[in-house]
């Protein structure tokens, strides 16, 4: 690992160059916190080192980086070990995630009105987490779990563009984040700030309005069979 020296912190506005030797400091700051480097997301986050853009002008990237410091880490995050298990993470979260809302959804509203992968198409491309039928037209839920703001605007941007034509928006559909240190205020006002606004009918919702959003829904009954004599 390398030694932490002459750690700087990161400042707004025009600053000078950052050094080899600064941008050492802040890798061995990060190794030291998390027991491993920072990806290009986090190195943006990181209080003592600078953005991966910089990085990238002065240093030639992230990559170049890790070679020069001579890191004993993979040098390319986007490929090979490192890649294959942050898929892995990526993939059992959200399966455990789905699994919380599926069960949530079955109490309010009957396994048999949660409809989970609905198909909006027949090419079986495109699809929404959940349908739920309830006592009204029913509404689709996409779920997903930012690791942090800018992960979240990237991920509502994707979703955005799945959800733009007109079949994909029969119903009404509710975006579900469901990192819980990112609130519905959080939510609202990043919302009010985006460029590219939702669309009618589709909603951003944390997991505690979600929740509170479909104790408001009247939920379908199977109606009881009469047998004859």
């Known amino acids: 690992m390398i030694a ?20 050492a400091a802040g890798l061995g700051h990060f190794y030291k916190e998390h027991g491993r480097y920072p990806t290009a997301t986090e190195v943006d986050t990181f209080p003592y080192l600078p953005s991966a853009r910089s990085i990238e002008r002065s240093f030639g990237g992230l990559v170049s980086l890790r070679q020069q410091l001579n890191l004993k880490t993979q040098l390319d995050f986007r490929s090979g ?86 079949y ?13 240190t990112i609130s519905q205020e959080i939510l609202d006002k990043l919302l009010s700030k985006k460029k590219k606004a939702l669309l009618n009918g589709q909603y951003l919702m944390s997991w505690d309005t979600f929740q509170n959003f479909c104790k408001t829904k009247r939920p379908l009954k199977i109606a009881a069979q009469k047998y004859g004599k």
């Open 4 to 23: 932490i020296m002459n750690l700087r912190r990161q400042k707004m506005g025009n600053q000078k160059s950052w050094t080899l030797e600064e941008l």
């Open 81 to 166: 070990a490192h890649s294959s298990e942050r898929a892995h993470k990526i993939n059992k979260r959200g399966h455990e995630t789905e699994q919380i809302v599926y069960e949530f959804l079955k109490k309010i509203f009957g396994k048999e009105f949660v409809h989970r992968e609905y198909f909006f198409t027949d090419d079986r491309r495109t699809r929404a987490d959940f349908f739920v039928y309830d006592t009204k037209q029913g509404f689709c839920t996409d779920v997903f779990y930012p690791n942090n703001r800018r992960n979240l605007i990237g991920c509502l941007n994707h979703k955005l563009n799945k959800y733009r034509s007109e």
């Open 168 to 180: 994909m928006r029969q119903y009404p559909v509710i975006f579900l984040q469901m990192n819980n």
